[in-house]
């Protein structure tokens, strides 16, 4: 199985997927993966995997990630979930050392939905709840600021530090959110989400592109489709980069390509990428390195 390799700016993106295949997503830059829906050699390096949901599109991987680390000596990976599936996951990773005769050691956290979790520096990620027929979760990478306050903004610098030295409420934490993963989910993750919305790159399933598969199916399976992106284009306009992914295998990805320039308003296509597996194809509407 081969991977794509995607770039935006000084992000890197190694992974695939595919509606009810397959999904994974390494981020070099920040040693994470989101989401382990196949086993593969290059993933066992990553020593954080943020979990979206179980379907074992998304999860099937674990077993063999937990295993490959282990066997390697690499430190026990830390993995992220949402809280209801902790307790079955436990359970699979026993009986899993019981079929290998070996217990691999692992660190499993259901996440909390008001924490932000430190990757390093002032950058840390958050879990956003996602809407999909299970448990599930959407992430944003994001920096965490101290921005002054508006009111002290037009002050000349040394006003400013002679007020730091009387007084300390001069500053409000920003967050500025880098990247979201959205995992599978329904539109509205994206519609009640002002932290995805800022999001500078989007990573967001798209898993039915054209009238033959209706929005109505989409919702009654908990995906999105092309056209609520089109019909929300609104909800886009910050971001600097919408990654596509989770496309229906049922497409050939010439008509992914085509869709997505015919559905879309113009603004919104050409900053636009749909992650597929097909060098020939994935490269026709290459993202902008700035
Ligand atoms: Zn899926
Ligand atoms: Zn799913």
Not at 147 to 162: C, N, R, T
Not at 234 to 256: C, G, N, T
Request: net charge neutral; hydrophobic share 35%.
């Amino acid at each position: 199985m081969r991977l794509s390799e995607y770039k935006y700016k000084n992000h890197r993106f190694l992974g695939c997927s595919e509606g009810g295949v397959y999904t994974a997503m390494a981020l070099p830059q920040y040693r994470l993966l989101f989401d382990i829906g196949v086993g593969h050699t290059k993933f066992t390096d990553y020593p954080k995997l943020l979990l979206t949901h179980g379907h074992l599109d998304h999860s099937s991987g674990l077993a063999y990630y937990v295993s490959q680390r282990a066997l390697r000596r690499l430190e026990a990976p830390s993995i992220y979930c949402p809280p209801e599936i902790a307790d079955p996951l436990n359970r699979m990773f026993a009986i899993w050392a019981e079929i290998e005769g070996f217990e691999a050691a692992y660190n499993l956290v259901p996440v909390d939905y008001e924490s932000l979790y430190q990757l390093q520096g002032n950058v840390y990620f958050r879990p956003i709840r996602s809407i999909h027929r299970v448990p599930s979760n959407g992430y944003t990478i994001l920096e965490k600021n101290q921005k002054l306050k508006p009111e002290f903004q037009d002050l000349p610098g040394h006003e400013i530090a002679a007020l730091k030295t009387q007084r300390n409420d001069l500053f409000y934490e920003h967050q500025n959110p880098i990247i979201t993963f959205s995992g599978d989910t329904q539109i509205e993750f994206i519609l009640e989400n002002e932290l995805v919305r800022r999001s500078k790159i989007l990573f967001l399933e798209c898993t039915y592109v054209d009238e033959k598969r209706p929005v109505e199916r989409a919702r009654k399976w908990g995906h999105i489709h092309l056209f609520e992106i089109a019909a929300n284009a609104d909800a886009f306009k910050d971001v600097e980069r919408l990654f596509l992914i989770h496309f229906s295998p049922r497409y050939k990805q010439e008509i992914i390509v085509q869709q997505i320039k015919s559905a879309l308003p113009p603004w919104l296509a050409e900053k636009t990428t749909p992650f597929l597996y097909s060098k020939d194809i994935r490269n026709i509407n290459p993202p902008h390195r700035n």
